[in-house]
């Protein structure tokens, strides 16, 4: 088993992962500064492995590329984002100093500890751009031109890892997300339709659709994606799109909602959102040759599993998140 770093492990995604490496008896070590992800999500992987570490940081911070260092993974997962199209377009620079400054100084820990490899997460929503478009579902080789500077950032990664692959020998992954969605999903962001949706309907509120809800997106269960990065800590190389291949609108996310919540709630519609690209749908043929994974989770069965998770949670809050651009 390998000694593994895992930046944003205690996200939505993240925790997902960090409970798979333990159970598969990794030793584990959570970076994590908690702005966004939930010390909670961690606490049965916590309370149930003695080999889980978690370090609350930054990975901007210099200090934190030094704890990783001494930890000396073989592995680093890096999950770690500011991950809002919304934001990135308000404050590019804000976007790049977390996006790109605080890859780099994971990579640089990565190369100073000599691990033998990086898994990232990337975006198959935004790095391509409009250009996706063009053959849909979307191929690895399509080009890649970002219409966000969240987009762009991730982008950019792809080519950090390439040459640091090339000029230190550092092998990666880049996983090309689709549409991640599932539980601990937070339903009071501006990303993730399907639990913003749920969370809506079932505190009895109208949901809103940016644009005219015929955008589509490529929707990818986290149980999923959390296999296809286990199974890259030791398979796989470049860049790989994690989707199903199939299409959904927001339209089709909003009627599954309702079907699994019994509530017949017909949508608000706002302006569509900046940046957003209208279809978005990824080839999977790379990951099943290189990672002998496939999406196994049905969209049926992925909203269930939120709006079970949802309904078996105290409710916390009211939203006035709007979905549309997400992932």
Known sequence: MSKVVVTGGGGFIGSHI?????????????????????????AESEARWPELSILTADVVDESTAAAVEDFAPEVLLLLAAQFSVKVSMRDPLLDAQVNVIGLVRMLEAARRSRS???????SGGTIY????????????????????FYGLTKSVAVDYLRLYHETYGLDYVALALGNVFGPRQTPFGEAGVVSIFAQRMLSGQTCVINGDGLQTRDYVHVSDVADAFVRAVDQGHGLINIGKGQESSVLDIHQAVEKRTGRSLPPRFGPPLAGEVRRGCLDPSRAQAQLGWTAGTTLEDGVDSVVSWLTARPLQKTDSAEAGQTG
């Open 129 to 148: 751009g409009p250009a996706g478009e063009d053959g849909v579902p979307i191929k690895e080789s399509a080009g890649r031109v970002p219409s966000s």
């Open 18 to 42: 960090v409970d798979r490496l333990c159970a598969q008896g990794h030793r584990v070590l959570v970076v994590d500064d908690f702005s966004t992800g939930d010390r909670a999500n961690l």
């Open 116 to 122: 033998r490899k990086v898994v990232f997460a990337s």
